[in-house]
């Protein structure tokens, strides 16, 4: 095991015992986003009325509610994980790939709980 | 490779755009029925149709292909042929579905 390159630093140490995790979740995610999506643009579609009071009266059932939860939070942990693979093939230096996924995890984080209110005062007649 | 390169373009694109206005839509219908109005007056505008149908189509064309990455993940569409086929079929797939959803919710 050498010390001088980064290659030489890491050889002999075997796997980091993580990366398949994170390969895992994004295949879980997107089938648990493809479901709600689906649902979601079948919705759409088969809607008849498109109004405001069509479509409210629609989002507020349990159903529907449930649903647009779980679209939410799957999208977004999904759109997490795929985002973090981006940044990790184009931004190589150090501090600016820490910022860049710190800010990609705020953002992630402050969407899923915006879209996650909006939907509870859906549900509960706000 | 284009596969591959659209898989990744219309997920960013989804991911930054596409959230985005879903989380705009689900706000403006939680906050009554002037933000709603005022949300659909922009989906509905030029732009904004220009903007729902690129969603829609990373939409598609992200799901198709995310489909083909879960097969190939099982091990399986490796033969040649087989693997040619359906990476010329996901980008086609994806621009028919989002051509079929427009027609139904336009002409509906």
Redesign the interface.
């Known amino acids: 095991m050498g010390n001088g390159t980064p290659i030489g630093r890491v050889r002999g140490l075997g796997s980091a015992h993580s990366g398949s995790h994170h390969w895992l979740l994004q295949r879980f995610t997107a089938i648990g986003t493809l479901v709600p999506a689906l649902w979601l643009v079948g919705s759409l579609v088969a809607m008849g009325d498109r109004s405001f009071k069509g479509v409210h009266a629609w989002a507020s059932q349990p159903l529907s509610a449930i649903l647009l939860g779980l679209l939410v939070l799957g999208s977004f942990w999904h759109a997490r994980l795929g985002v973090q693979v981006m940044i990790e093939d184009y931004v190589h230096e150090t501090a600016n790939k820490f910022a860049a996924i710190m800010l990609l995890n705020l953002a992630a984080f402050a969407g899923a709980a915006f879209g996650l209110l909006c939907v509870v005062r859906l549900a509960l007649g706000a | 490779m284009l596969v591959s390169i659209l898989h990744?373009v219309s997920?960013?694109g989804?991911?930054?755009a596409?959230?985005?206005v879903?989380?705009w839509w689900?706000?403006a219908?939680?906050g009554g029925?002037a933000s709603?109005?005022a949300f659909?007056g922009h989906a509905t505008a030029w732009y904004g149709r220009v903007v729902l149908v690129g969603l829609t189509w990373a939409?598609f064309n992200h799901?198709v292909s995310?489909?083909r990455h879960?097969v190939l993940?099982i091990g399986a569409g490796y033969e040649l042929e087989r693997n040619a086929f359906w990476s010329v079929l996901t980008p086609i797939a994806g621009v028919v579905l989002t051509v079929a959803?427009w027609a139904?919710?336009l002409l509906?």
């Open positions: 990744r997920g960013n989804l991911a930054f596409g959230l985005a879903l989380v689900l706000a219908l939680a029925e709603y109005d659909v939409f799901l995310g489909v879960l993940d959803f139904i919710v509906a």
